[in-house]
């Protein structure tokens, strides 16, 4: 038993030797608040420019809102969450002290 569990301790390890790096890029995005919100920003508005493409405007104005809200709301608070779980903390501006 202690065998197979140094080597289930080694595949493990090893895995996230190889894992490691895909996380680069999102680390990266969840960094700098602008970013995120900027990569939100995208995503919803791609889904809008589909849903406009596939129905029309007034689909996307009358009934078809529901799944952009959804999705910014869902990928707002994952971004969250991955800030939480990553241990990225976002930096608080600090103001210049302004000359009396």
């Known amino acids: 038993m202690l065998a197979v569990g140094f ?3 080694a595949v493990r390890m090893r895995s996230h030797d190889v894992v490691r790096p895909a996380w680069r ?4 995005l ?3 608040q602008s970013r995120t919100n900027s990569f939100i920003t995208a995503v919803v508005g791609a889904q809008a420019i589909y849903i406009v493409g596939d129905g ?12 952009c809200g959804a ?6 608070l994952l971004a969250r969450w991955l ?6 903390e976002l930096a ?3 103001r210049e002290a302004a000359d009396e």
């Open 92 to 94: 608080t501006p600090e």
């Open 71 to 76: 999705a910014g709301g869902s990928l707002f």
């Open 30 to 32: 969840l960094h700098v």
């Open 83 to 88: 800030r939480r779980v990553r241990g990225i």
């Open 7 to 9: 080597l289930l301790a």
């Open 56 to 67: 029309g405007l007034g689909a996307l104005v009358t009934e078809v809102w529901e799944p």
């Open 25 to 28: 890029p999102v680390d990266w």
